[in-house]
């Protein structure tokens, strides 16, 4: 079945950098779109970022370009989010997606926290 494990979450420091890691399983990665979504408290879940089947075009919510990047390794059936100087609205749970047959496949999520 579908596996999203995501990892690399914690608590850092605003200006901080964190790498977030999400591990696929289950499926041919590297024939899928993959995504970042994030749900900070009383919010909806949000867009991130997303990067096509080989990663040749990525796209990052405005909130956060210039400061996020979403890559990928299909070797490792692996999509990465590279977070730099992390604000204190950047705390939330954040999801990796892979959308197939019109349906959403989540991971259980890795939460941020963004405070001094």
């Known amino acids: 079945q579908v596996q999203l494990v995501e990892s690399g979450g914690g608590l850092v420091q605003p200006g901080g950098s964190l790498r977030l890691s999400c591990a696929a399983s289950g499926f041919t990665f590297g024939k899928y779109a993959m995504s970042w979504y994030r749900q900070a408290p009383g919010k909806e879940r949000e867009l991130v970022a997303g990067?096509?089947?080989?990663?040749?075009?990525?796209n990052v919510a405005g909130s956060v370009k210039g400061r996020f990047t979403i890559s990928r390794d299909n070797a490792k059936s692996t999509v990465y989010l590279q977070m730099n100087s992390l604000k204190p609205e950047d705390t939330a749970v954040y999801y990796c997606n892979v959308q197939m047959w019109g349906i959403d496949f989540w991971g259980q999520g890795t939460q941020v926290t963004v405070s001094s």
């Open positions: 990067i096509t089947l080989l990663g040749s075009t990525t």
